[in-house]
């Protein structure tokens, strides 16, 4: 299957500090991407859609200010988290769809990125 | 946000065994994605399904795209203990871009 690059893996910062999340299709192009925020336990909660050269699409709820995304190019989406609270910390992860005809589109997962704010 | 019926919630199943999950949903959908998903990390594309009665098979995993296009089904044979995660299904619409992800089977498997 096609690989998703997700980075880093796990990092701890301080509270009011901000982090960047980077994610990336490594052989296809994805036009979309998506951002996941995972509780331990549960199943995967939407956060916003990327889209390249374009604004992203929040979910409801998500707050836009606080959870920056870019999409720079074909390849690569960014997650800023800014000014991090310890609510803030959670098992985030992107998702690159490949795009091809209905029939085969599939959804790739990155490794996720375990953020701690302490 | 909405989220799929995903049953069981739980398995312990010995080594050697078939297990059957299934994921159901009040909407239609036009494609199923069945993934499994370890401690610590993204959940692994397992099986992708794109036509009602669909049966796709992947090794030891057969899914299949319910005739009602409404449910999937999921089903290991002879499990082995690397088995052990969480599976989740996705579902995503005609004319939509949003997968929405099932709650989640958690299987352990003993040796």
């Known amino acids: 299957g096609a690989v998703v690059s997700q980075h880093p893996s796990r990092v701890i910062c301080k509270s009011g500090t901000s982090v960047k999340i980077e994610c990336r299709s490594l052989d296809f192009q994805a036009t979309t991407m998506f951002w996941y925020r995972q509780f331990p336990k549960q199943s995967l909660m939407l956060m916003a859609t990327s889209n390249e050269g374009s604004k992203a699409t929040y979910e409801q709820g998500v707050e836009k200010d606080k959870f920056l995304i870019n999409h720079a190019s074909l390849t690569l989406s960014t997650l800023t988290v800014t000014s991090a609270h310890p609510e803030d910390s959670s098992f985030y992860i992107c998702?690159?769809?490949?795009?091809?005809?209905?029939?085969?589109?599939?959804?790739?997962f990155g490794s996720g990125t375990q953020l701690s704010v302490l | 946000g909405q989220q799929l019926n995903q049953s069981p919630q739980s398995m312990f199943i010995q080594e050697g065994e078939d297990v059957s999950m299934n994921c159901t949903s009040s909407s239609i959908f036009n494609t199923w994605l069945w993934y499994k998903q370890e401690p610590g990390e993204g959940p692994v594309l397992l099986i992708a399904?794109?036509?009602?009665?669909e049966l796709t098979s992947n090794g030891r995993l057969t899914a299949q795209f319910g005739i009602t296009r409404k449910d999937s089904f999921l089903n290991i044979s002879a499990s082995i203990p690397s088995d052990v995660g969480i599976y989740f299904c996705a579902g995503k619409k005609s004319g939509t871009y949003k997968y929405i992800f099932g709650t989640g089977t958690r299987l352990k498997v003993l040796a």
């Open positions: 399904l794109y036509k009602a009665g």
């Open positions: 998702s690159a769809s490949s795009l091809g005809p209905p029939t085969n589109e599939k959804l790739f």
